[in-house]
Structures are given as structure tokens and as C-alpha cells.
């Protein structure tokens, strides 16, 4: 168990939906990232956020968005859902100081994503 | 050229065995790199990190680096089949860059 938690553990929805993940760092961790993982792209960086800031963008999409608030758990928010965007998501963390540097990062369990 | 070229697999080997994993990559200015462990359905979990060339072990695991032909590779001894996942690089400077994973599948 990494110490990273993330809701819901699956979704399904529709085209066209907007949905919202959740998800928790580990303890005393200040940065929070973003991941897409589909087969056929692998592991793709989506977005970075360092206590509460926005601090690396990847390739996010606009129709996605996310934050990162005060007691530090992240919420990714996808909107205007496409069948493309079905993928597993994970949120990992890191204890990386003063929030820049690719340092070592913890994963969670992920939240798959189903768009019918 | 891409950034981070990995060896997709499927590699098949018997328990015991030695396994290699290799990734390439293009970028002279990434100085970290990591290997995670994903099994199926789950999160990447970290398995070996370094920040410089070398050698570093862990256990049945070994790991190395060689910035100057921007290789690196992954060992693992006395293979078992609890190792059977999908293994991923992971590099970078400001922001990781995964390699796509190699699926490895050790047979008792």
C-alpha cells in the first residue's frame, strides 16, 4: 500500500458527462500528479499541483481540469466526456522539496474510467 | 525520436532465471531515474530510484544507469513468478517520462 488513495475505484458514464476524481496524497506529501494510462499510450502526464499551485502542465486536455486544496487531496474534473477518453487515471505523490524535480513518486490504485 | 524508448515484451522466462529490462532514451537532461511494478489492474509501485550512473542494488534487483549512452537497465535475480507484472522506466529532470512497460511473465 503506497499510502495514496483514490475515489471512486471505477466510473461509468456517458458521452458528452462530466465526472470528478478524487483523489489523497500520502501523509506530510506536497505534491500532487495527475496520469492517464491507456494501452495503446502508456503512462501520460497530465498535470502537476504543489501545495494548493499548479506547477507542471503535461498533455492535458482543456476539457480537463483539476485542483489541489488546502488539506492537500486533489480533485481531477474531465467534462465533455469522449469514448477516447476511457482510460485508467492515477493520482501519485511525492515528498518532492519546494515542488519542482522529478523525484520518486507514489501511485495509487487508480480509478478506471468507462465512457459508453 | 521519442523520448523514452522501452522493449514492450512480452518476455517469458523460467523461475530462476535472470532477467534483463532495458530502456533507452534521448533527453541528456533528465537525472532521475526510477523502475516501478505494475501488475494488473493496479497502481505503478516504485521499485528502484537513482539519480546518477552506476550501480545500485536492492534485494534480487539491480539497477543501472549509463548516462553516457543514455541506457539504462533493470536486473532481476532468481526470477520468481510473483515478479510476473509489467515493468516501467521512468526518467526525467523536471517532470517524469515513462517508458510504455515491458510485460514480463516468469513460469514455475
Known amino acids: 500500500d503506497s499510502g495514496v488513495t483514490q475515489t471512486p475505484k471505477h466510473l461509468i458514464t456517458a458521452t458528452g458527462q462530466r465526472v470528478t476524481l478524487r483523489c489523497s496524497p500520502r501523509s506530510g506529501d506536497l505534491s500532487v500528479y495527475w496520469y492517464q494510462q491507456s494501452l495503446d499510450q502508456g503512462l501520460q502526464f497530465l498535470i502537476q499541483y504543489y501545495n494548493g499551485e499548479e506547477r507542471a502542465k503535461g498533455n492535458i486536455l482543456e476539457r480537463f481540469s483539476a485542483q489541489q486544496f488546502p488539506d492537500l487531496h486533489s480533485e481531477l474534473n474531465l467534462s465533455s466526456l469522449e469514448l477516447g477518453d476511457s482510460a485508467l487515471y492515477f493520482c501519485?505523490?511525492?515528498?518532492?522539496?519546494?515542488?519542482?524535480?522529478?523525484?520518486?513518486?507514489?501511485f495509487g490504485p487508480g480509478t478506471r474510467l468507462t465512457v459508453l | 525520436q521519442k523520448e523514452v524508448e522501452q522493449d514492450p515484451g512480452p518476455l517469458s522466462v523460467p523461475e530462476g532465471a535472470i532477467v534483463s529490462l532495458n530502456c533507452t532514451y534521448s533527453?541528456?537532461?533528465?537525472?532521475?531515474f526510477m523502475w516501478y511494478r505494475q501488475y494488473s489492474r493496479k497502481g505503478p509501485e516504485l521499485l528502484m530510484y537513482t539519480y546518477s550512473s552506476g550501480n545500485k542494488e536492492d534485494g534480487r534487483f539491480t539497477a543501472q544507469v549509463d548516462k553516457s549512452s543514455k541506457y539504462i537497465s533493470l536486473f532481476i535475480r532468481d526470477s520468481q513468478p510473483s515478479d510476473s507484472a509489467t515493468y516501467l522506466c521512468a526518467m526525467g529532470s523536471e517532470k517524469l517520462v515513462f517508458g510504455k512497460g515491458t510485460k514480463l511473465t516468469v513460469n514455475p
Open positions: 533527453n541528456s537532461a533528465f537525472q532521475y
Open positions: 501519485a505523490s511525492s515528498a518532492t522539496p519546494g515542488g519542482g524535480g522529478a523525484r520518486e513518486q507514489f
